[in-house]
């Protein structure tokens, strides 16, 4: 987890076990079979329903740094994908800074089109 957030700490036990249990997360792990089941990789899908249909957004995409470059960031994006798609999503979104531009050409590579929009944040108090 420090791979993929430096200012945030790794999740509590408890916030991965409510957020495995949710019916709007999926969490998908990649595993590297010959160093144990050891996690390599993981991806979190959220999937709600708004008044114009089933919204599908990948987030915290991270493949450990020493693993990078075996397409575990696709197998994980394609499962995520295929996930949404049979949920009944029509289209499935995701943000990724400009500076991680391997993550970027990824997914262009897979097909994810760059959109005009302006992302806004409201930072809440006491956080």
Known sequence: MPQLSSSNPAPARAHLAEMVSSPAI??????????????????TLAMFRIPTGLRAWI????????????????????A?????????????????RPSREAANRLYQ???????????YRYTLAGR
């Open 109 to 119: 590579r897979i097909g994810f089109q760059k959109r005009e929009t302006n992302i």
């Open 59 to 78: 987030e915290d995409v991270v493949v450990d740094s020493a693993q990078r470059g075996k397409g575990i960031g696709e197998a994980l994006t394609r």
């Open 80 to 96: 995520a994908l295929r996930a949404a798609q049979e949920a009944g999503a029509t289209t499935v979104d995701l943000t990724s």
């Open 26 to 43: 999926t969490l998908l792990v990649a595993r590297e079979p010959d160093a144990g089941g050891e996690i390599v990789g993981s991806l």
